[in-house]
């Protein structure tokens, strides 16, 4: 669900995207920027917007290096960057409040990691929870 956010199902469907884990910040589907190396986070800066996000989670390259110390990661591949977004959703408390099915609450818990869930505040596009509740339910996700 935050891959769908972040990047959206256009991108993630594309092949070349490796399902998104290899997607620089400012892509869309006729401008697909992406990173060919995956041994660290490429730090492909966007200056429109301000960032150098990039992966299926749209991680910053300034919060790469200390997860990477912390988990002990050895790059920036697809396992890398699942286990950043799990840390992330565990910093903001949100796990638990997953596997209760409190869905609304856990994505209010992380809308300061993720500037595409709802009421982040970020000045960029933002999902409807409705949206998201209708991606979470669709893949397996349970909502109580």
């Known amino acids: 669900m935050i891959a769908y956010s972040e990047i959206g199902p256009d991108i993630l469907a594309m092949p ?11 892509s869309t589907q006729t401008n697909l920027i992406l990173f060919n190396d995956y ?13 150098d996000a990039a992966g299926r ?10 997860y990477r110390q912390r988990l002990g990661l050895p790059d920036f591949g697809p396992e890398s960057q699942d286990r950043i977004a799990v840390q992330m959703m565990h910093e903001c408390r949100a796990i638990d409040l997953v596997e209760k099915g409190h ?4 994505v209010a818990a992380c809308r300061s990691r993720w500037a595409s869930l709802p009421g982040a505040g970020y000045g960029q596009h933002e999902n409807s929870l409705e949206k998201l509740i209708i991606v ?9």
């Open 136 to 144: 979470y339910t669709n893949s397996g996700g349970v909502v109580t």
């Open 57 to 66: 989670y749209q991680v910053l390259g300034r919060y790469f290096d200390p």
């Open 16 to 26: 070349a995207s490796e399902h998104g884990y290899k997607v620089c910040v400012g």
């Open 103 to 106: 869905l609304a609450d856990a």
């Open 39 to 51: 041994s660290s986070h490429p730090r492909l800066r966007n200056d429109k917007l301000n960032s």
